[in-house]
């Protein structure tokens, strides 16, 4: 849903994860700070695919990642026009600097570079 509500008619450099750490899940969210200081919202479209040919990506550092992938194509079974409101973490998206996010990915490319500390 985050990815469906961005106007991606600016240069977003969107991060996102969902993950679990000892059996508790944690989201995050974030688009370059000038960007998120615009409001970049706009209804978009979510696409609902089968599960079929999905698997999740492997744990990084001990978390267990929840995002999927196919490496084939996949045809929609469904679609929801949403709305950026419905996004129940519309508040809690962050901004960040992409300089800052580009450096510590090349610093240690498997670690969460959009962590502080």
């Not at 979510?46 to 599960?51: N, P």
Request: proline fraction near 10%; glycine fraction near 8%; charged fraction near 25%.
């Amino acid at each position: 849903m985050f990815d469906a509500i961005l106007n991606r008619d600016r240069p977003l450099s969107p991060v996102n994860s969902c993950s679990d750490i000892a059996g508790e899940t944690f989201y995050y969210f974030s688009i370059s700070r000038p960007v998120l200081d615009l409001g970049p919202w706009q209804e978009g479209t979510i696409y609902l695919l089968s599960a079929e040919g999905f698997e999740h990506q492997p744990p990084i550092r001990g978390a267990r990642q929840r995002q999927v992938a196919k490496l084939g194509p996949a045809e929609p079974v469904a679609k929801i026009r949403v709305r950026p409101e419905e996004f129940p973490f519309l508040n809690d998206v962050r901004g960040h600097d992409v300089a800052v996010v580009q450096a510590r990915s090349a610093a240690d490319p498997d670690g969460f570079p959009w962590v502080d500390g």
